[in-house]
């Protein structure tokens, strides 16, 4: 199982900019999958998660209404496309898949499998 984040960068406040998360090894169709963050001396913070055995999106609250994540099984890819972002959401980005059908999707530790993380940095 392999998972690789890209897409970071330098944004402005206000601006979009879409990670996309390459995944190898499982299929997205029956995988629960995360986007989480964690920026500089703060704990990892989930950010969203597809449940894909029942189809339904969760955002955390500090995203919702901004951030769309998304999945393309053809292309084994998740995206999460960041819209009017503000200074607070800098942070490295990782995306996460898990191999259990029960649990917290919300926690970290529901999470088995890690991208290696992208840096979003927003100017303000």
């Known amino acids: 199982v392999q998972l690789q984040a890209s897409g970071g960068g330098l944004v402005r406040t206000g601006g979009s900019l879409r990670l996309s998360c390459a995944t190898s090894?499982?299929?997205?169709?029956?995988?629960?999958i995360a986007w989480f963050r964690q920026a500089p001396g703060k704990e990892r913070e989930w950010v969203s998660c597809?449940?894909?055995?029942?189809?339904?999106?969760y955002y955390g609250e500090s995203v919702q209404g901004r951030f769309i994540m998304s999945k393309d099984s053809a292309k084994n890819a998740v995206y999460l496309q960041m819209n009017s972002v503000k200074p607070e959401d800098t942070a490295v980005y990782y995306c996460?898949?898990?191999?259990?059908?029960?649990?917290?999707?919300?926690?970290?530790?529901?999470?088995?499998?890690w991208g290696q993380g992208t840096q979003v940095t927003v100017s303000s």
């Open positions: 996460a898949a898990s191999s259990y059908s029960d649990g917290d999707e919300k926690v970290a530790s529901f999470y088995d499998y």
């Open positions: 090894g499982f299929s997205l169709d029956d995988t629960t």
């Open positions: 597809i449940i894909t055995t029942i189809g339904f999106e």
